[in-house]
């Protein structure tokens, strides 16, 4: 069974600092691995997903993830937080190609960004 | 372009009521997926259909049915409603494809209040 840990409910960090939300996930086979950002009441938009290849991930918005097998973690990372970088941010499994967007998320990360 | 379309977007109904959600996806995506997402929780995956065939169940109570018509629109129908399925629904659509590089659409939500 597929699962994701993403550590820390709330990350609080200050415009212009960097940004790093940690996931770890577990997975029985070669895992998909996916970053997803939520604003207030809206959907969930792909920020960056690992398939195969290269693990050095960029994204939208700025922000890259590593994908390190060895540590079973994806965390996410921006150089410099902006305001508009304030949101939920969800971390996702998912088994692969026949169940691509069948995803396993974390429990989410609310990152506040202070001015 | 359009982007994956859910309505009602907003949608409030009594106990042991039901329910219809509608999901529009996008156009040539003949793969929809509906994830459940309770107040303050990830989302959860429920249901997948391909080519207007089930391809994959997750947690979905036995009071909810959902299925996808020919022209790949799908609903999430919903009965005998309890406090407890008050939540955010998404819909998320796809093309099913050998490619790596595909991804998936998140429609905007349908919040669904039962009171």
């Known amino acids: 069974a597929q699962s994701v840990t993403q550590l820390g409910s709330h990350v609080s960090v200050s415009e212009g600092a960097l940004v790093l939300l940690r996931c770890n996930y577990s997975?029985?086979?070669?895992?998909?691995l996916f970053w997803y950002v939520q604003y207030p009441n809206q959907g969930l938009q792909l920020l960056l997903k690992?398939?195969?290849?290269?693990?050095l991930v960029k994204g939208i918005n700025g922000f890259e993830a590593e994908f390190k097998k060895s540590e079973t973690s994806f965390h996410l990372t921006k150089p410099s937080a902006h305001m508009s970088d304030a949101a939920e941010y969800f971390c996702a499994v998912s088994e692969g190609m026949d169940s691509s967007y069948k995803l396993i998320f974390g429990s989410g990360t609310r990152l506040l960004v202070r001015p | 372009a359009a982007g994956v379309i859910q309505s009602p977007r907003h949608l409030i109904k009594e106990k042991r009521e039901t329910a219809t959600l509608k999901c529009y996806p996008i156009s040539r995506h003949d793969t929809v997926y509906w994830y459940q997402q309770g107040p303050g929780q990830d989302p959860q995956f429920l249901i997948s259909?391909?080519?207007?065939?089930?391809?994959d169940k997750g947690s979905i109570p036995d009071r909810f049915s959902a299925q996808q018509f020919s022209d790949y629109h799908s609903e999430l129908n919903m009965s005998s409603l309890e406090l407890g399925d008050s939540a955010l629904y998404f819909c998320a659509s796809a093309p099913l494809t050998d490619s790596p590089d595909t991804e998936a659409f998140f429609g905007q939500g349908t919040r669904l209040t039962v009171v």
């Open positions: 259909f391909y080519e207007k065939m089930q391809s």
């Open positions: 690992y398939t195969t290849g290269a693990t």
């Open positions: 997975s029985s086979v070669p895992p998909y």
